[in-house]
């Protein structure tokens, strides 16, 4: 059929998948190394380790960066601690020894206990004198001379009344209308002034339009090189106070680039409360893991669950990408969330690949009292995510790529381009994607994309492709991100 065509997810990760996480018990980072509790950080759990392990944190920030290192033991914390500098990673011995857990913070909604926090500055601008379209990575723009290779740029579009009453959305996307919205984060990889062009170093996904004044923008302070490896976290607290806050997130990642998240668990501290006052299992007040604002990073091998505060505002979500390109979310578990694995919030992300994850046990609620959970699903939640691919994940509950209207302030169409690929278990797919989707090969799932024009597929014709569906166990490549990345790196 004209114009379905499946694009190449092989960048995704730390280092666009190209080289291999740093080992930080090797040379050079092993003579980098900081220990938390010689600052004051105590592993016996018996006092605040915030102060401690902030000024661990400054001494290898003013070293030039290093690693962070905490002990086996339980580090109670009374504070929120931030990392605000690149090449910084916080290392501990695994899950199963490196407990950490926070006490009584107030005022924590829409942040994160443990945050790695670039601060993004914009510089030289230039408009696109064509239009992009997807695939390609040769931009002509009016300008070129005020890029180098190597910049830092983001490329992105007004959200015109054009471009919104084009994807049938007046009255769903006011939330960013008449506003300019990053949709790639790249790198340059040429410059030829004389032609007129910018080259990048991973395609776009999706058309950008003269009309909707699309352009490229040099940025700079981003966090690079800096990670959270080998942790067990909790901020799970007394039921009261984890419903007082809107999207608490344990652990959040801002602007920041080539960063990891691996081997990092939630567990229920001595603070974890029900609602009726007794000590319970939960891990989290609201939220897991957010990467934000950031590209080429890779939150794999852990796992995040049994949050407290499931209600609608956000809350719930275990592992969650906002406008970030190129994230790889891979061999993790969500279980007992509102959402387990989410894109949300705004237009930007694409180019993310979720890879054998398993989603377990997603629960909504309505409020502090309501005892009576509703299935929940993964999702694309919030503004065409755009060319993301959901590939080998054991899907016990559900996911889904829907159009939600008015639901989270207007969110409409959720997504576009995206691809289900070799799934598997006894949940189910719903999958009703502006313009064109993909599943393709499933095992054991049931799947829906037959389009109503009615709620959740309300202007998604045409209806999405399907292929092997109960047929996955013979699907050819098992793995579509593993064989496009294999391919890719073969071919230089």
Known sequence: MDGWAIQDFSYAGYGAGERAPPDLRAPPWSERWVEADEFGADPTGARDSAPG???????????????????????RLESAIELRQSELFLLGEGPDQTFLYWVGVPDMSYR???????????????QLRADGAPFETTLQIDDPSVFAVGDQVQIGQLISDDW??????????????????????????????????????VPLRYPLLVRDQASVVRVEGGLREVGVIGLALSDATDWASAWANNQTHVLRLFNVEDAIVSDVATWSSPEARGRDGAA?????????????????VTVSDSAFGFAQHRGVGGNGYLFEVRQSNE???????????????????????????????RSLSAESFTSATDDRGLPAASETHHAL??????????????????????????AGHTATESVYWNNVGEGAITSFQYGRGYVIGTTGLAVNTEVLDIYESLGTSPEDWTEGLGAGGTLEPASLYEDQRARRLGAR
């Open 53 to 75: 392990l902030r000024a661990a944190i400054a001494a290898a920030e003013a070293a030039g960066g290093g690693v962070v290192h905490l002990g086996a033991g339980t580090y």
């Open 112 to 126: 994160g206990h443990l945050s790695l926090l670039g601060a993004a500055r914009t510089g030289a601008e230039a």
């Open 164 to 201: 919104v009453l084009a994807h049938g959305m007046d009255g769903y996307w006011d939330f960013s209308r008449g506003q300019w919205r990053p949709f790639y984060r790249r790198t340059v990889t040429a410059v030829d002034v004389g032609a007129g062009t910018l080259t990048i170093d």
């Open 280 to 296: 319970a299992g939960y891990h989290l007040q609201s939220s897991g893991v957010l990467v934000e604002a950031s590209r080429r």
């Open 327 to 357: 994230v790889l979310f891979s061999n993790n578990v969500g279980e007992a969330g509102r959402h387990n694995f989410i894109q949300n919030w705004d237009f930007g992300t694409s180019g993310c690949v979720f890879l054998r994850n």
């Open 385 to 410: 995510a755009t060319a993301n691919l959901f590939d080998s994940n054991e899907i016990g509950d559900a996911w889904k790529t829907v159009n939600r209207l008015a639901e989270s302030s207007g």
